[in-house]
Nanobody, 123 residues
Framework: QVQLAERGGDSVQAGGSLRLSCVVSRDTDNLACMGWFRQAPGKEREAVATIVTATGGTWHANSVKGRFTISQDSGKSMLRLQMDNLQPEDSATYYC????????????????WGQGTQVTVSS
């Protein structure tokens, strides 16, 4: 089964940057979509960014567009999320996700999840 492991979460001040990484292993050949979701206390889980593995095409949520950038390595073994100009509203647990099908924004359709990494942004 596909395994995902995130790292890079930390506590930073507003305006700071973080880079999240996700190691992707086991049965990765047919993964069509990988991405990042986040969930803050009291809020629903939301899509942050996705990438089509075959083409590198990306999507970013309006709330992070221009500040966050999703990317992958050529071998699909590493997924990254560069987070710049972080704001307190970005504080959440961030999850690396993947699925064999096309990219969707509903978390229910992703069957592979990492354990999550905590990002805390103070003002």
């Amino acid at each position: 089964q596909v395994q995902l492991a995130e790292r890079g979460g930390d506590s930073v001040q507003a305006g700071g940057s973080l880079r999240l990484s996700c190691v992707v292993s086991r049965d990765t050949d047919n993964l069509a979509c990988m991405g990042w979701f986040r969930q803050a206390p009291g809020k629903e889980r939301e899509a942050v960014a996705t990438i089509v593995t075959a083409t590198g095409g990306t999507w970013h949520a309006n709330s992070v567009k221009g500040r966050f950038t999703i990317s992958q390595d050529s071998g699909k073994s590493m997924l990254r999320l560069q987070m710049d100009n972080l704001q307190p509203e970005d504080s959440a647990t961030y999850y690396c996700v993947a699925r064999y099908g096309s990219c969707l924004l509903d978390p229910a359709f992703y069957n592979f999840w990492g354990q999550g990494t905590q990002v805390t942004v103070s003002s």
